[in-house]
């Protein structure tokens, strides 16, 4: 909205109320075609025949494909709606195709996370036959798959970014000197296109965490077996789903990135009153900051990692000791105490969140205020938000391709043990499930904190940057 | 060479011998003070008697020492002897502060990582511990072991090319229009004073395969246990020795990696006549270089770890199938087929590297290419070597972290496993032993395979670069 308000005013646009107005109209848009995706939803089985269960990823894929298509229609009105203006007439033909580069970038993304993470394809396949040599070939080859399922989005998001800003370079809309103004609109009107289906994704994403509790509750009541076989089909595909809304937001934000970043050079350059337009990494201090921005990521990784890993020890050993002190309750002759259990988890997840939550914003405030005053004594002006620049786009990049890496190779370890506990290659109790729950343990810090912890840090990194920017003037 | 040979010219030095065959000297000094350095080390202990085994590490580290006293003054000397200049009758003092940052950071860097891969710290008896509740806890820790590591060092180094670039700007060194030009002869000398230790580092690590195939021949050949345990000892320091010697040649690149970047933006500048001074990643294509570089990490990386897990999953499978059809191997009454074995590792360790290599070469010089196009239809000047300019920086960052990570991690998991072998909880056999076990399966392709073959793409990114420079034009 502040984006479009200002650009409007650059370019003298007589009303600009429709720049202004148009993300708030866009999620209005969404919810309307997300409700419509929704309510297509159909399961075709009737409720007491014992059919063959039909697939639940085809049926919330069919109502994503219906959202998509009413979503780039309705993306499409709007555009010519509330971006047309008589200086540039085309202008809104090249920025509703800006919407429609990130729709397809979101499809995208969706697309390729499935194909990580969904045990109908190759990846998660090969992942359990891996499990059969040993925990050790488990944990390697959940690496490799992760670490690889960066490419594909980063080549989409790169396709994207560039074509946003290209097509709104390109749009026609110049400022009072001339020049063509409309780029870093684009990119922002590419991503109000990816988040344009937003609240249909949500909804994938909602349905993982009911699926998965589902069959908790299942199991704890001790249903029969073929109930627990529906939850954990459910529960595969809940473990898909919630990778893809992962992935989707990390999509997002790298396309919104560019926005972030030229708000905090824009806010820099009008409170220093010199101009900031450039972050060049051939001078050393900017390249170290971008080096310390990248470790961030890493040290952050591994600070929320061990936490996950310091508390599941102290909760096997209370587990344990329970066990040994009352042996009835394998024998369900004894109630555990789940409140110890309950309370170490807790507390942990509280006391052990302090050291990487200070982390984020203590560090962006020290190195800039730290290469300001480098930058005072030897001459350099702006040094300090300069550096604070490149440590952000740094981070940024580090973080996306490491946030892909930990949510894929979850997902994808999770729902290769639910793969085996299908009855492939030997099934629950043999030696391959047991290196593939091995695998499932090193994937949950991945993907339920480490990896969505990244997403929160890169954007609260951004609003840290953008909040104390005065201080590194 | 060339840098010195070129900066004496641009500050119209009478004598430029001095600066151009500088780093022949240190490397020549090198030599001399590594062999003293190598012949101080002594064991106290005699053949004969059974007195308690004095510690390998605290003798190399002895012997280190002596190393680094004598590399710090002939350093000294021989900056005082070919750098001095009647222009600037300071400057070899700079320079010779330059080789201490140099040494001051490959001592820190052998120190860290000792303490991260040493059983002796603390860090590899906590994973140690995390092992006795299972194997999913002792992936979890050492991944965030690894991670972690990587923060320390890149403080190191950010300081180090700051520092050097710093003292070398400041040498008083001026080219004709009276603009100082030492920076990056500063980062050069101090790139110097890091190697002029690395005749010893490098003997450090060749200790570790010897003591490793020391134990391997000790226990193939059925010798006492307390052979074993002496060779195990060696063993563990050999793998904090090892892991040291890639976090030195890592540190090194990096402090190079600005000469390397330098040349290449000096190159190209010369070859299109048009000034190439900065990398400016406030713009969208230049951005999207970086990401791509430093997602070609992460592929790299997966790629080579993947390599390494399918070729164990084959040999697992050929060793159970031996086992199976010939069942007295396992009794020592039937010689297994070792040759099998050995042609799968072999011929996989030349078909599995084509795809990364593979990717090494090319990508460069698509993308390169590509936006060379790119900017030709959008009238960007040197797009394309300006986004290949960032690639590269992006994925030397990337390349340092991931590296980093890789090495300490493996190194780390490989000596959690020897402390459990020393008795330590539970000792050999035990369920804890076998968690270590894993860990150590997961990290040698990490420590073995894709962490010293990271080092090596860095490079070659730049080589490639370098010598591909004029198709991005």
Redesign the interface.
């Known amino acids: 909205m502040i984006l479009g308000g200002s650009m409007a005013q650059r370019c003298k646009i007589e009303d600009p109320s429709g720049f202004i107005l148009f993300p708030l109209v866009v999620h209005s848009f969404d919810l309307v075609v997300s409700s419509i995706g929704i309510l297509s939803i159909r399961g075709t089985r009737n409720g007491g025949t014992k059919a063959a269960i039909e697939d639940p990823m085809a049926i919330l894929q069919k109502g994503y494909s219906v959202t998509i298509v009413l979503a780039v229609i309705t993306f499409g009105l709007s555009t010519r709606w509330l971006l047309y203006t008589e200086q540039a007439p085309s202008a809104w033909l090249n920025f509703a195709l800006c919407g429609l580069v990130g729709i397809i970038t979101a499809y995208l993304f969706v697309w390729i996370t499935k194909y990580y993470t969904d045990y109908k394809h190759e990846p998660v396949r090969s992942l359990a036959?891996?499990s059969s040599?040993?925990?050790?070939?488990n944990?390697?080859?959940g690496?490799?798959?992760?670490?690889?399922s960066?490419?594909l989005p980063?080549?989409v998001?790169?396709v994207a970014?560039?074509s946003a800003?290209?097509l709104g370079r390109t749009s026609g809309l110049v400022d009072e000197t001339g020049k063509p103004t409309g780029?870093l609109f684009g990119?922002a009107v590419a991503t109000m296109g990816m988040l344009s289906t937003a609240a249909y994704v949500l909804t994938m994403d909602m349905f993982g965490p009911i699926a998965d509790n589902a069959g908790g509750i299942v199991e704890m009541s001790q249903q029969p077996e073929s109930v627990r076989e529906i939850t954990d089909l459910l529960d595969a595909v809940g473990n898909t789903t919630k990778a893809t809304t992962k992935g989707f937001a990390i999509g997002s934000a790298?396309l919104a990135s560019?926005l972030l970043?030229?708000a905090y050079?824009d806010e820099v350059a009008s409170f220093a009153q010199l101009p900031f337009?450039?972050?060049?990494?051939?001078i050393?201090?900017i390249?170290?900051g971008?080096?310390?921005g990248?470790?961030l990521i890493?040290?952050f990784?591994?600070?929320a990692?061990?936490a996950?890993?310091r508390t599941?020890?102290e909760v096997?050993?209370e587990v344990r000791r329970q066990f040994i002190e009352r042996p009835g309750i394998m024998e369900y002759k004894e109630k555990p105490d789940y409140g110890r259990c309950v309370s170490i988890v807790a507390s942990a997840s509280l006391r052990e969140m302090i050291k990487p939550g200070a982390l984020a914003i203590i560090s962006p405030i020290a190195i800039g205020f730290l290469f300001r005053l480098?930058g005072q004594a030897?001459g350099q002006q702006l040094l300090g938000a300069k550096v604070v620049?490149?440590m952000l786009?740094?981070a940024t990049?580090?973080g996306?391709?490491m946030a892909l890496?930990l949510n894929t190779a979850g997902g994808a370890w999770d729902n290769a043990k639910k793969y085996i506990e299908t009855g492939a290659l030997g099934g629950k109790g043999s030696d391959c499930h047991k290196a593939a729950?091995?695998g499932?343990?090193?994937g949950d810090?991945f993907k339920d904190t480490a990896g969505p912890s990244l997403h929160v840090l890169i954007k609260m990194l951004a609003t840290i940057t953008l909040v104390m920017a005065p201080v590194f003037l």
């Open positions: 036959l891996s040599t040993g925990h050790g070939t944990i390697i080859a690496i490799s798959l992760g670490l690889e960066t490419a980063v080549l998001i790169s970014i560039i800003f290209w780029g990119t790298a560019f970043f030229s050079m337009k450039e972050v060049d990494i051939a050393p201090e390249f170290v971008g080096l310390l990248s470790m890493f040290l990784s591994a600070w990692c061990a996950v890993g599941a020890q096997v050993n480098l030897t620049a490149s786009m740094f990049v580090s996306i391709l890496f729950i091995t499932d343990t090193v810090p």
